[in-house]
């Protein structure tokens, strides 16, 4: 059964925000998909966004993307948006959108340049799932301000490849506290930039179910939500 945990900010949105979760899989599918989705509906109703779900890539017209403040990536692998609903895409970020990614967003669309210079930097690897140390960087960030300097936390930890030097990091994990990090000690995992007209926000955490029952999580995805949402 999944735990309830009421996570609410200082920022209170006027009117209500619209957010979409979208959770196509080609390859990989998480089983903690429809966990995340149910997390992220719950944090809408608490916080005053509404939250539509969709696995329906024929979904991405520019009318429908036109309605949402926000489009967030939970999850998602391989290639899951034709050339047509790609180019919608880039024209709502282009037109002040925002996305967020979480996860396997960075294992998506590897042969769409202008998404992975987006979401910052692709997938390479992970080890076994371990406990793991991660430096909070920033906690006046909306998504770290309420995170000790050293978060550590269970999950499944991503090394990356074709990392943009444009990212703001916010979070790096220390590769000596668990095995089998590839990137060194530049080993970003959540960060932001504003791109191409746009801005987004990206945590590699949320592989396990038990993520989204963690308080410190939930207010971390919350957090990046607020960033996203924020004018």
């Not at 109703?45 to 991405?60: C, I, L, P, Q, R």
């Not at 506290?177 to 746009?198: K, L, M, R």
């Amino acid at each position: 059964m999944l735990m309830m945990f009421m996570v609410v900010v200082s920022t209170a949105f006027a009117a209500p925000n619209k957010v979409l979760v979208y959770t196509k899989t080609e390859g990989f599918r998480h089983t903690s998909i429809e966990t995340g989705v149910k997390t992220i509906q719950q944090l809408g109703a608490e916080n005053n966004f509404e939250v539509v779900y969709t696995e329906d890539a024929s979904k991405f017209t520019v009318t429908f993307l036109t309605q949402f403040n926000l489009v967030i990536f939970l999850n998602t692998t391989g290639d899951i948006l034709n050339e047509e609903q790609q180019a919608n895409f880039e024209n709502y970020i282009q037109n002040g959108g925002s996305f967020m990614g979480i996860h396997s967003a960075a294992d998506t669309e590897y042969d769409w340049p202008w998404y992975g210079k987006l979401v910052g930097a692709y997938f390479l690897s992970h080890p076994d799932q371990a406990h793991a140390n991660i430096h909070v960087l920033n906690t006046d960030h909306p998504a770290c301000k309420h995170l000790p300097k050293v978060w550590s936390r269970f999950d499944e930890w991503y090394n990356y490849k074709n990392i943009s030097p444009e990212i703001t990091v916010l979070m790096e994990l220390d590769e000596t506290s668990y095995a089998g990090g590839e990137n060194g000690a530049h080993h970003p995992i959540a960060w932001y930039q504003e791109y191409d007209g746009g801005k987004m926000f990206y945590t590699a955490g949320g592989h396990t179910e038990a993520s989204y029952s963690e308080p410190d999580f939930r207010a971390h995805l919350l957090g990046g939500i607020i960033y996203c949402l924020e004018k």
